[in-house]
Every structure is written in C-alpha cells, then in structure tokens.
C-alpha cells in the first residue's frame, strides 16, 4: 500500500480509561460531532433541569380521614358528607350577618349582654310623627306594587285574581293597623319608664343623709362623751431628769451665758411643730461615737466634677486663666457672715443635750464654736488648745455648721476648708516636731468633708508649688502635698484633675530637687515611696533619683556622672551615703524603715543615719523591682545599673540585717535580669556559600534499569498536575454551561418575540379589513368627505 503525503492520517479509534471513566475516540479528529454530542448531553440534563424550574409541583392529599388509620370507612363518609353539607350552607348564607359559624356566635355585646336584647327605656320623640299622614304611602306598599313581580297572597286564594286597586287598599290597610299597634306599644315603653322613674326618686329621697357630699370633711363631734372626757390630753410633755454634777457642769459649759433668750425659746416652739424629717441631730455617746451614723452621708473617695469645663479639659499647670490658692481664699474675704445674735438662734437647737457625754479629756474643748472670720483667727483657735486636741476641735466646729442646720453653711465650710488648707500647708513647711506631726495627721483626717470644693483648692495649692518650683528648682522637698492629694482622692493611673498633676508635680520635684544635705536626700526618699504607692506606671525620674542615690552610697569617682543634675559633682558631698567605718549588728537601725517622721528631723552626717538613710533607699529600690517586674522587655536595660551599683556596697561594713537585705535584693535583681536579657537582635539572614561545587556520585538502592526512576514527590507532583488539569477542563465545561443556558433564553425570548410579532399581524390585519369595510360603506352612502 502506498502512503499519501496529504491525506490526513486519523487515529484508530482506542478505548481508554481516566481518572475510571472510558474516554471513546469518537471525537477524536471530529470536532462537530464532538460538539453535537456534548450539546445533545445537555440537552438532556441541562435543558430538562432549566424547563423544570418553577414548574414541578406536589400533590397534597386533602380528603378528610384519609391519613387517619383510627377511623372506618363508614366514619370517614360521615365526615365529607357532613363537611359538604356545612359547605353549602355557608354558600347559602353567605350574605347574612347574623348566621352562626363552625367558629361560634360572633355577637357585639355591652356589659357582658347582647346588643340584642338590650331594651332601651329612652322616651322615644323622632319623626315617627310624620307617619300619621294620611297622604303618605309606605315603603312595603311601592314595594310589593312596583316590583313584586306577581301576586302578593296566591297561596291563600289562588283562583281569585285580585285587582291593581284592591292589592293597593289592601296594603294600606296593613301598613295603618302595624302603625298603630307600634303606637300602643311605644306608649306602654313610656308609662312603664315614668313608673320606675318614680320609684327610683322615692327611693333615694330615703337614703339622701347617709351619704356625704362630695369635697366635705367628717363633721367633728360637738360635744365630747365621758370617754372622751377620761382620756389623756393629746399634747404630752416630759419633764427633765434629775442630772447629776458632772451633767450640769457639762450643761453650764455648754451654754456660757446661763440662760438661754426668748428668740431661743421661740425657736424651740417652732422646731416643735416641724416634722422630724427636717431637723438634724447629731448624738455622740459616752465613748465619742456617733449615735446616729446611718443618718449621716458618709465621706468617700470618689472623682468629682469640676466647676468649669475649662478646669476638665485643662492639662497645664502654668494656665494663666486657672486660680491660685491665694485667690480662693480671696473670695471669700467679703462673704457676708450671718450676726452673732443669728448664730446663736442656729445653735440654740445645740443648747439641748444634743451631745451626750463624751470622754472626760474631751470635756476641756466646748460644744460650740464661732466660725472663724479670718485665717488668724483660725490659727489662734487651734493653737488654743493642745495638738492632739485638734481633731475633736475640727470634727466639733465642722458639726455646728452643717449644711443641714442653716442656710449659707455650706460656703462657711468652704471658706473653713480653704483656711485649714492654708494651715496645712504652712505648718508642713515650717521647722517640723512631734506636735506638728500630730496636726498635720489631724488636718488630713478633717479634710474629708467637703470633697467637691476641695478639687479647685488642691488644684491651686498645686499650682503654687509648680510656679516655685519652676522659678526656683533648688527649692528644699516638701512632700507634704502629695500625701495629703494621697489620702483626699482616688489614686490610679487614670487621669484624674488632682491626681495627676500632683503625680506632675513629684517627678519634677525628683528631678530637679538639689539634694544638699542628708535630710533632703531622706525626704527625696520618703517622696519616692509616695510616688511608688501612687502610680503603676514606670517614672523615669523617680527611677533616676534611685540610681543617683545609690551612687552616692558608693566609693565613686569623677568620670561617674550622676543621672541627674540634682546630685553634688564635688567631695564629700558627692559620696554623701558612702560608709566608712564598720557597724555591729547593734545599730539601731529598724526604726528608720517606715517611720516617716524620722525624716522630718534635721539629720546629723554619722554612719548611723546613713544606715537608716541607705536601708530606706533599698526598701525602695526593692519596691520598685516588684513593680515593674512586669515590664519585661524593658527590666533588664531599667536595672541592670542597680545591679553594678548594689555590688559595689561596701557590704563587710553594714549592719547584719541591712547587709542581708541587699543581698537579697542584688541576687533577685541580678536573676530576673539574666531571665529577661535575652534579646534576638534583628540582621539579615546569611547562607554560606560553598566555592567548588563537587559533583558526587549518587548510589541507590534497589536500583531497577526497566522502570523509570521517581523521586520521592514524583507522585505529589503527577497529582497537582491531574489536579490543574481537571480543574481548568470543570472550568471550561462550566463556561459552556453557562453558554448553553444563555442560548436557551435567547431562543425562548426570540419565540415569544415572534407570537407576538405574529398576533399583532394578524390583528392589525383584521383591524384594517374592517377600517376597508367601513370606509366602503361611507363612501356608497355618500356620507365621506373627499379629502387628499
């Protein structure tokens, strides 16, 4: 056989299998037959599915009893005849509202009756008059003459054919005779009525006096009986009890002058008539406590608002536009105070044995005071009696002029808080004792009891301070301001109006406070505690403070600058904590630890204070530690300075229990910075690069020279590939669908396109055959107009 160059060679036809199906060769070198062929499948399940939709439905099984297994056939033949019935019924009364239903009777009722059947006894007058008229016809009469379709009584008389005349007299005579009887029975209605309206008349004539008018009160009795004249008298007063010496020596010094003035007594007679609710009455018993404390508010800790906004959205503490507390106190210069004669009518409810007996050393301080007019006033009240007499003079003062007992009380205690304010502030700057430790605990107690007003004066106290210490930074510490800002308002890292320019104030203050001497540096300590107890936040400068504090302790040189420009550059100054001799266990040093008062005292340069000063600094160094343990990634760059620092203590020469103290401390530090110190710094990965590459033979095992050798990911691969395939030819294939699917709507829109088409011929056709017609007809009679 002789091969043709161009005669196109087709395949023989092989039966392959994949991926489990048989794929025939009947498209192969065919392409339109392998396009009927997948059009023709299509057509099959494609265009089936696409006719069906919207098209197929359920046949739902409505015959009654037929789901019902319980019941016979004879039941469920009942049950349709019976439904049947009712369903020609409802089809016969459809139109009547008064039928009932399978549902119930649906009847509109008043008062539980039927509409029905409720009779009206109303005197009926209406137009019912204008039917006497003898020239008038009724309704039934038209009616049944016009359009009754045939005879009116065939069934009585049906051979006699009645005339047109004699049906119309036979009709107004019924119409006249139903009149009339609707008239006897509407004058029954309204002689029965009038009847019982008579009746009910005689009967409430009868019971008229047992009823009270409507807005009268009970009559009161005019005369009393004999019980009322045994009674007891309504108004009952109680006498006074025999009191003992100490009583009247308490009452004669409770009221100076002896006795007491009408206006007093008149106001007594008035307090009488008030309710209890609008007096105040505070009751102290033999040991000092309040007997009525549930009655009182109690003074908590809570953020307050502030009186402008301006003061809310404030942040700087140099705001020109904010008050200082020489300006507050200022405001009150002119605050028009009540007479002396109106004070004493206040207090005269006090006069009573309102407090009862107290402790025996409280007996020296009096009940009452005067509010003080001017700050030195105030000043000589306190200083008038002993310091640890201040806090009853206080709580009294503040008592006698609540808010409750008077009005203008509360800009009184005001101007009282603003002075003590003033006192306090004067008394934590002047040379420090133990009396005026005392005042300075008492103050702070007493301060609680006006927590609103107290938010504009703390506020100006602290800008004070802030303008000093920014005019003079070298100023000595005074911290008394930020542990009284402690104990008045809630301390959190929130930001708070108070709060958190005090938090301002203390870390400028560590910064820029110029340690001196040894007891600067012993409040700088005390000041750092505070801020410890204030904030969880990290403080750089109280953290810097530290760090200089303990290179003071130190054997340091001059190339060792201090954090801080406020620690001394020059000897000896600069080794200020530095120990030199060798302390015995001995020492007394464990007063120092939490003694706050130890640090007010002027403190003397010896080895022993320096314990205490440098055992203090460790308790705070170590509080510290705990505190920002948390702050992992920055622990160890934060303290691994204290840790150098901490070993260079001369430690062979402190006392036993402050050497074991920082120890501790140096190991536990140490620890946690090695834990923490871990960092990856962040580069560039480097590969080697090898120089020669080395071309080495590669041995297998198992090796099998007829089948093709395979990697171990030849599989994985040949996979993926499948995978690709497939999914490129599912997305072709589904192309065509949608290809497929948008054919078929053409062709069906096409054919509906064309009916219509075809019907609008068809009409129009006819429409115009017709308009021939018509017009032909005009034209042979002539009745057209001939126009162009």
Known sequence: MQFAGFKPSIPHSRVRIVLGKKKSAIGVGHPGQSRKRAYEQREQTLGVEYERVGKVNKIVDRR????????????????????????????????????????????????????????????????????????TIGADVVKAAHFGGGDLDASK?????????????????????????KHVAKDEMETATEELDAKYHKLLDRVKNVFRPPGTSKAERSEKDDYDKLKLPGSCKTKEANQT?????????????????IDADCLDETQKKKPK?????????????????????????????IDSDEELTDEELEDENEEELDDLIGEFIDLAFYPYSLTLRNHSQLDKPIFLLSADDDLEVPFVFE????????????????????????????????????????????????????????????????????????????????????????????????????????????????????????VSDNWHP???????????????????????????????????????????????????????????????????????????????????????????????????????????????TRCRVLRALVAVVQKYRILYAAHEHTFAATFSPFVALLKRLPVSRLPSVLAEEVEALTCSMEAECKLRSKLTQMSRVVTE?????MLEPR?????????????PHAEKEKLRHMVKKETRGAIKELRKDATFLMRKQRKEVAAKDRDRREKMKRLMGGLQSQQGEWNKELRESGKKDKRK
């Open 64 to 135: 009654i009893g037929e789901k019902n297994k319980n019941i016979t056939t004879e039941e469920k033949a009942s049950l349709r005849f019976t439904a049947e019935r009712v369903k020609h019924l409802k089809k016969g009364s459809k139109f009547n509202l008064t039928d009932d239903n399978d549902e119930g009777e649906e009847l509109l009722t008043h008062g539980g009756r039927a509409l029905t059947d409720i009779q009206k006894y109303d005197k009926l007058i209406g137009s019912d008059d204008d039917d006497d008229d003898p020239g």
């Open 157 to 181: 008389k049906p051979e006699e054919k009645l005339s047109r005349k004699d049906v119309i007299a036979e009709l107004i005579a019924k119409t006249r005779h139903a009149r009339e009887e």
């Open 245 to 261: 010496q100490k009583e009247c020596s308490l009452t004669a010094r409770k009221s100076p002058q002896g006795h007491r003035s």
């Open 277 to 305: 609710k609008q007096g105040f009455e505070v009751r102290f018993s033999s040991d000092g406590q309040l007997l009525n404390a549930d009655k009182i508010e109690p003074v908590t800790k809570k953020k307050v608002a």
């Open 371 to 490: 509010m003080p007019k001017k700050y030195e006033q105030l000043v000589d009240l306190l200083t008038k009696y002993r310091p640890q007499k201040t806090d009853v003079v206080l709580q009294r003062l503040i008592k006698c002029y609540h808010p409750s007992l008077a009005e203008g009380n509360k800009k009184l205690l005001s101007k009282l808080f603003l002075y003590l304010l003033r006192f306090y502030d004067e008394t934590s700057n002047s040379p420090v004792s133990s009396d005026s430790l005392v005042i300075l605990g008492s103050l702070t107690k007493s301060l609680y009891f006006d927590v609103e007003f107290s938010v504009r004066c703390v506020r100006a106290l602290i800008r004070q301070n802030w303008k000093k210490r920014m005019s003079k930074p070298k100023l000595p510490t005074s911290f008394s301001t930020v542990t009284l800002i402690a104990a008045l308002f809630p």
């Open 498 to 608: 108070v709060c958190s320019p005090a938090m301002a104030l203390a870390a400028v203050t560590l910064a820029k406070g110029r340690v001196s001497s040894l007891s600067i540096l012993a409040r700088q300590i005390l000041l750092a505690t505070v801020v410890s107890d204030f904030s969880f936040r990290y403080v750089p400068e109280a953290i810097a403070f530290c760090q200089g504090a303990l290179l003071m302790a130190v054997e340091n040189e001059e190339s060792e600058s201090p954090p801080t420009t406020a620690f001394p550059v020059s000897l000896p100054h600069r080794r200020m904590l530095y120990i030199t001799e060798v302390r015995s266990c001995a020492g007394p040093i464990a007063c120092c630890k939490g003694s706050k008062a130890y640090f007010y005292r002027s403190l003397e340069a010896n080895d022993v």
């Open 689 to 693: 690069k090898s120089m020669m590459k």
């Open 699 to 711: 041995f297998e095992e198992n090796f099998d020279p007829e089948r093709p050798r395979l990697s």
